[in-house]
């Protein structure tokens, strides 16, 4: 259903979605729309997942379109652990693993983020699954393996590239119909500001990564007054969502791999990948052509040189990188077979990512032919990713609709971790989130390789204490922090 005129009028008048809080119910403007999903009364149990331990469990109700809040609703799937020292209690602290499309109503629970004691002693942590994910009225288009992988632009190929997009969009407009529109961060970040008023607080804390980190600030731009300590690792630009954001993962790829290069010709005796950057690159290239004639046999798994290429966020690791480049040499011709064959793949992930980035924003191009264009560009400019970054999307054959992207542009106070190399979200992404958020921190991780800063379960970050004395104490730092690992 295309949403036109009517609809924008209807949002506009929705502007109650400043979500008036539970503990401020005698402020509430009478006839208030929200006023069901806000006083709603939840009934929490144990959780039926793979980490129960003392999560306990709930289903928040919400509007599926807000703009017409007495219309159809959806449950959203909502996870505690209460603060170990209540007497300390500071508040709730909401958790998002990333995506889009990443459920995380495991998150207080999981081993993976190992949350400091005092953070855990002050905050209830809060998981949920957003919209369209896991438990919360999941969306799943019914995508083949071969519908999910990614692809790059070729011209011989791209013919069947668009066919490909165009199956993926119509297949989900199937299966999802209306919903796709309401699929979007900033339903998503009104789904939160529900869950604050019905657990009764007047303002939330926030821990994000990734996608998470726009999520974060999506919030903060629609609920100003409602936000407390917020926390944003490895951070989005989000003035580059999304097709921006993929063309500078091929930027980052770029600059990743000029380093590895660097790093490895000094290693030549321990790889033997070349004495000199050129050496090294010219060694890599001739992988890759040799992969395409023939996929290398590594690890059970046979590789063509798309594969190689696919798997470019590995170049910031340079160690890894170059044991990989190293192992695949040294395979190559050996005339090993595969495995096995390759077994079904659940596509729920993939399908609720394709429905948030597509619906969250207007600037995808429609012209198949623009994407050939930008595609042939970059695979120039970024020859590693270039021509996957800029290949077509199924967001070039989506039914437009919903709201206008959200501009991040306001004073609240927020904490950025960030590594200096990072594959996904680029040090000059998190740079740009940073002078959006006029009132925001920066820490940087110099040398830090990977995507992900904080409170990982082996490896502690320099970032851990910066972000851990905000979380407790809600001071930032007087200025942006530099440190290294």
Known sequence: MRIGNTHAIRLLVAASLLIPTAACAASEPPGDPLKPYTHQELRWKPCDTEKPGALRCTTVKVPLDYAEPDGRTIGIAVSRLRASRPKERHGVLLLNPGGPGAPGLDLPADPNLKLPTQVKQRYDLIGFDPRGTGRSAPVSCGLTVEEQADHPYKAATFAKDVARARTVAEKCRAAAGDELAQLTTRN??????????????????????????????????????????????????PTRVYRGMFQDMAKAAEQALTRWAGWTARRDREFGLGTTPAAVRAALRDLIARADREPVVFEGQALGGDNIRANSRVFVHVRQAAEWIAGLRKAAGNGARPSGEPGESDDAYVSAAWSYMCADTHTWPRDPERYRHEAVRDRARYPLYGDFAAAITPCAFWQPGGEPRTTIDNTAGALITQNEWDPQTPLFAGRAMHRALHGSR??????????GVLYAPDTGSCADATATAYLTTGRLPAKDVACRN
């Open 188 to 237: 998503s970040a009104r789904d939160l500001d529900v869950i604050r008023a019905v657990l009764g607080e007047r303002r939330i804390s926030y821990l994000g990564i990734s996608y998470g980190t726009y999520l974060g600030a999506v919030y903060m731009q629609l609920f100003p007054g409602r936000t407390d300590r917020f926390v944003l690792d490895s951070a989005t630009d």
């Open 442 to 451: 920066m820490v940087t991780v110099t040398g830090g390789e990977g995507h």
